[in-house]
């Protein structure tokens, strides 16, 4: 059970790919590609069964190059280890990886070898991010992930895709810059008020007799921005759609199901754990952001024509539950914002998969063009509903004790004097019927109204579509019944977090 | 008696390689043509030798030879180990490059080593008139490198060159008069003494103002950087190479040096630079957006780089001082890898133009590759030096003082313009050629091939494993 094998494996199956044996073979790439991925996917498992909630870190592990660390002096290492929350994140990245590898299948027609290199170099990237305990290796992991993605993009996406890549790869490269200054801000203070190098994130302090307030703002701001971008917060999202509409579609599944995790993972990591004054400070602001992020989004998903707009909206609006569910800052509203991160990594990744199907068998995304095709594929119309209704938040699906956690826990937050946090929740329960608009149009639309004559002959999903589907379907049943395998994992370390709060 | 021991024991390596210029120039005027591959080991013989004689200078305690007009210590003696194997890069690359469009090499090589010996003088320079002579000769070891290649444009990039250049050494003369009035010495320790006792005027202030100017001309920053631009796609391609590395170290030096000592009694002169170099930054990546030119694309980069560079540098302390070194050794060897990586397009008859990439990954994937390191390593990216060196100079900048951020942000989002610019370039060569497939470059090991594969390894290695490297920057730095 070695961390670094873990992370570092994919990183290794890349370079195989891109051996001269496999130029053009690319039924041998996939098979190998999902082989691997699979095997890689029950190894991450291993470190589910062999976790123990009790301790601050599993599997601690560091890298070192002949004794030395990665910058002895200044006390940077790359230190890696698994706590509750970081766990089940490496698992989604694992499964989601392996889920990607199957729906390329189709997907992708051209330069295999290079794709599956992609994705792997990809995969060491998003399990490094939430594997290291260092705030700089933290940074490079999440600077890393950004030349695959850009790449996955711009060669494989349709439309405008190398405009929409350069506008992700933009977009998140000005907000790594500003969470590069905010990095180094809590590094220096902290080395003021202890004299201690250390980029450690479970031993930094922002020690405020040493530094006056407005620093920790500045600080918390800078590092906020980051975040933002990946998230995305309201002012900062318009790279989402483009990007997740023009990748392929392994790829917005990736984009929606991980990617968009890393945001709200860091927001919880350094802006409530480490600088939780400067939080309190800025929570009233940030909730009015989530409220419009949740509101303003839903209403765009609502009037969008293209089915996988919708969706890459629909995404944009959860993410802004997730970040009132942060805003509460107790542990109920955490810990609901944390199931519904992995319920929306899973569903959106398979709204995703639908959308491509379709797509690939119709050949256009547009609402008004597709109707009643549910009579001639039963069985996607069958799993897309299983996605819908979870995506709306019904009861005994996977988002729904999510969403419940996050409402119940803003509604009890003791956070500010003014009841701000109340009001924006209750305000915001209106995304459940929102939700519900935009979602249900889209499956009527697509699903269930007349048959028109050109998809008469249309196929219903393959054996390998039927895995993906069957066995996200699955996952979002199972865990909406037990919700309560997650919290017991994530619960201790969620305590840690909002430990400043007062719990 | 005396001048041996002072040569040998401070100037060894520049007498090797004025030896070797000596022996080059006679040589040409008896084999002009036949030998000039002979030129080329002559020139790399001198060069090694003069590099292994830096082993044999004296370290401890610091030899200033010549009446004090010369120094030579750690920081010296690293420097210009740094230069030597600059140019000794520069004249593999030069090889083909050269010998294509012009016979007479040995000319070539020998205002290439007299460039070097210059450059390597000023970095030892104890004494104004010493750095004056030696910025001279540089300059016009440069002129004349300038406009070697044939063709109008180079002759219009040195003259360009001379014109601005005359400008901005007559205002470092005047800079360096006034300096003289006030202390009545050039010497670096003397004049360093002076302030020490009297209390700094206006015209302090003024002289070193003006000084500046003729350095900062060389590292060009932004008043006095309309040159670059041209002279880079004017000048033949190891030209090119070598006017964006060695005189940079070179004056990065020297400046880093007349900070500690000399420039250190105002606090106007480093909020101007300050000022200067975020103005730089926004100029140069705004302007490579727009370049369709690869050449002139790399010199508004070492236009940007070299700004990050002077913004470290002028808020004086060792932990920067080490930044700046870490980051010139990084982006040595990263700009260097993209030269190369021209120069062997031109070797194979391209030109320099931005769509001659289309299409290389899919018929050169190893050059794809390595080039792609070497741009990623530029604009930034993990697992590349750059990265690295990009951490170390946010985290020098905001050590400094929270006053430094607002300028800092400005210079983080022109490094967003940079990855732009830079993914660009890779991202062409993603992008299938819509004619015809490209002809595969030459596989052999030719020198150009070798350098780009040995640079893009560098840039790796130490993206992955920088402790080494840091350590020994904070040793020279803390020697300085």
């Given at each position: ?7 570092f494996a994919p990183l290794i199956f890349s370079l195989i790919f891109l051996l001269p044996i496999f130029s053009g073979r690319s039924?041998l790439i996939r098979r190998i590609a999902k082989t691997l991925a ?59 990886i392996?889920?990607?590898c199957?729906?390329s299948?189709?997907?992708v027609?051209s330069k295999h070898s290079l794709y599956y290199a992609l994705i792997f170099i990809l995969e060491t990237a ?18 890393m992930?950004?030349i695959p993605?850009?790449f996955l993009?711009?060669l494989w ?347 | ?359 290389f990954a899919y018929s050169n994937p190893l050059f794809t590759l390595a080039f792609a390191v070497?741009?990623f ?6 697992i ?42 890779v991202?062409?060569m993603f ?12 596989h ?9 594969y040995?640079?893009a390894a560098?840039?790796v ?20």
């Amino acid at each position: 059970m070695d961390l670094k094998v873990l992370v570092f494996a994919p990183l290794i199956f890349s370079l195989i790919f891109l051996l001269p044996i496999f130029s053009g073979r690319s039924i041998l790439i996939r098979r190998i590609a999902k082989t691997l991925a699979g095997i890689h996917f029950l190894y991450s498992l291993m470190f589910l069964v062999f976790f123990d909630n009790s301790q601050t870190y599993n599997y601690p592990t560091e890298l070192t190059f002949m004794g030395q660390k990665w910058f002895g002096s200044l006390g940077i290492s790359l230190s890696m280890g698994l706590d509750g929350i970081s766990l089940l994140f490496v698992l989604l990245t694992s499964f989601l990886i392996f889920i990607a590898c199957l729906a390329s299948k189709g997907a992708v027609n051209s330069k295999h070898s290079l794709y599956y290199a992609l994705i792997f170099i990809l995969e060491t990237a998003l399990l490094g991010v939430f594997s290291s305990t260092d705030m700089f290796e933290f940074f490079m992991y999440w600077e890393m992930e950004l030349i695959p993605m850009y790449f996955l993009i711009s060669l494989w996406g349709s439309g405008n895709a190398k405009k929409s890549a350069m506008k992700f790869l933009l977009y998140t490269f000005i907000g790594s810059l500003f969470m590069l200054c905010g990095f180094l801000m809590l590094y220096n203070f902290n080395f003021i008020s202890t004299s201690q190098l250390t980029a450690d994130i479970s031993s930094l302090k922002f020690d405020y007799d040493n530094a006056p307030m407005y620093l920790q703002i500045v600080t918390s701001i800078l590092i906020l921005i980051g975040f933002a971008v990946k998230l995305p917060i309201v002012p900062l999202h318009s790279w989402l759609p483009s990007a997740h509409v023009d990748a392929p579609t392994p790829v917005s599944m990736l984009l929606a199901g991980v990617l968009l995790k890393m945001g709200a993972y860091g927001i919880m990591r350094f802006n409530i754990q480490m600088l939780s004054d400067a939080f309190l400070i800025l929570v009233p602001y940030i909730a009015i952001l989530a409220f419009i992020n949740v509101v303003y989004a839903a209403i765009l998903a609502y009037y969008q024509v293209d089915i996988k707009k919708i969706v890459a909206y629909s995404s944009i609006s959860s993410m802004g539950l997730v970040l009132l569910g942060l805003c509460s800052s107790n542990s109920i509203g955490i810990c609901g914002a944390v199931i519904l991160m992995l319920a929306h990594g899973i569903i959106s990744a398979g709204l995703f998969f639908v959308v491509g199907i379709i797509h690939k068998r119709t050949g256009t995304r547009q609402l008004v063009l597709l109707s009643g095709i549910a009579s001639v594929m039963p069985r996607l119309a069958g799993f897309t509903l299983i996605l819908v209704l979870a995506s709306i938040g019904v009861p005994l699906l996977m988002s729904f004790p999510g969403e419940f956690l996050i409402f119940f826990g803003a509604l009890i937050s003791s956070l500010t004097n003014n009841y701000l946090i109340q009001v924006v929740a209750l305000s915001s329960i209106i995304i459940l019927v929102l939700a519900a608009c935009y979602l249900m149009k889209l499956m009527h639309g697509v699903f269930y109204q007349e048959l028109s004559e050109q998809y008469l002959k249309l196929k219903d999903v393959t054996v390998n579509e039927f895995i993906v589907l069957f066995t996200l379907s699955l996952i979002v049943i199972v865990f909406g019944i037990l919700p309560m395998s997650i919290i017991d994992i994530i619960s201790p370390y969620i305590n840690v977090i909002v430990e400043a709060f007062g719990g | 008696m005396n001048f041996i021991s002072d040569v040998s024991n401070s100037m060894l390596s520049e007498f090797i390689l004025f030896i070797t210029i000596f022996i080059l120039s006679v040589i040409s005027m008896f084999y002009n043509l036949k030998f000039h591959k002979l030129s080329k080991w002559i020139a790399l013989i001198g060069v090694s030798f003069s590099l292994f004689s830096l082993k044999f200078l004296q370290l401890e305690p610091i030899f200033y030879a010549f009446k004090e007009s010369v120094i030579s210590d750690t920081f010296t003696v690293f420097i210009k180990a740094v230069i030597l194997i600059t140019a000794f890069i520069i004249i593999l690359l030069s090889k083909k490059n050269v010998t294509k469009r012009n016979h007479k090499t040995f000319q070539f090589y020998t205002l290439l080593l007299s460039a070097v010996l210059s450059s390597l003088f000023v970095v030892s320079a104890n004494d104004f008139l010493t750095l004056t002579v030696s910025l001279e000769m540089l300059s016009f070891c440069t002129y004349f490198l300038i406009a070697y290649k044939k063709g109008y444009l180079s002759k219009e990039a040195s003259f360009k060159y001379i014109v601005t250049n005359s400008f901005a050494t007559a205002t470092y003369l005047f800079g360096v008069s006034y300096l003289y009035g006030i202390t009545s010495s050039l010497n670096f320790g003397t004049i360093n003494d002076y302030f020490l006792q009297h209390e700094p005027t206006v015209f302090y202030t003024i002289s070193i103002l003006l000084i500046s100017v003729g350095l900062l001309f060389k590292l060009a920053i932004l008043p006095f950087s309309n040159w670059i631009l041209d002279v880079y796609e004017g000048s033949a391609t190891s030209v090119s190479a070598f006017i964006s590395t060695i005189p940079k170290i070179a004056v990065l030096a020297i400046f880093a040096r007349l900070l500690v000592f000399i420039f250190g009694y105002s606090f106007v002169l480093p909020l101007i630079l300050i000022f200067l170099s975020v103005i730089t930054a926004v100029w140069a990546n705004a302007l490579a957006i727009r370049q369709r030119n690869i050449l002139r694309l790399l010199a508004c980069s070492s236009s940007a780089n070299v700004s990050y560079m002077l913004f470290a540098l002028s808020l004086v302390s060792v932990y920067n001082l080490s930044t700046v070194l870490f980051y010139l050794l990084t982006y040595i060897f990263m700009n260097l890898g993209a030269f190369s990586a021209v120069i062997i397009l031109e070797n194979s008859n391209y030109s320099s133009k931005l769509y001659e990439f289309k299409g290389f990954a899919y018929s050169n994937p190893l050059f794809t590759l390595a080039f792609a390191v070497c741009m990623f390593g530029l604009a930034g990216f993990p697992i590349t030096s750059g990265f690295i060196a990009k951490l170390y100079f946010f985290s020098a900048i905001i050590r400094s003082g929270a006053i430094f951020i607002p300028p800092l942000i400005i210079m983080a989002l022109t490094m967003a313009i940079a990855c732009y610019y830079y993914t660009k370039v890779v991202k062409l060569m993603f992008e299938r050629n819509g004619i015809s497939e490209n002809e595969i470059l030459p596989h052999r090991a030719s020198s150009p091939t070798v350098i780009l594969y040995a640079c893009a390894a560098i840039t790796v290695l130490v993206g992955i494993v920088p402790v080494g490297l840091i350590e020994v920057c904070k040793f020279i730095a803390y020697n300085l």
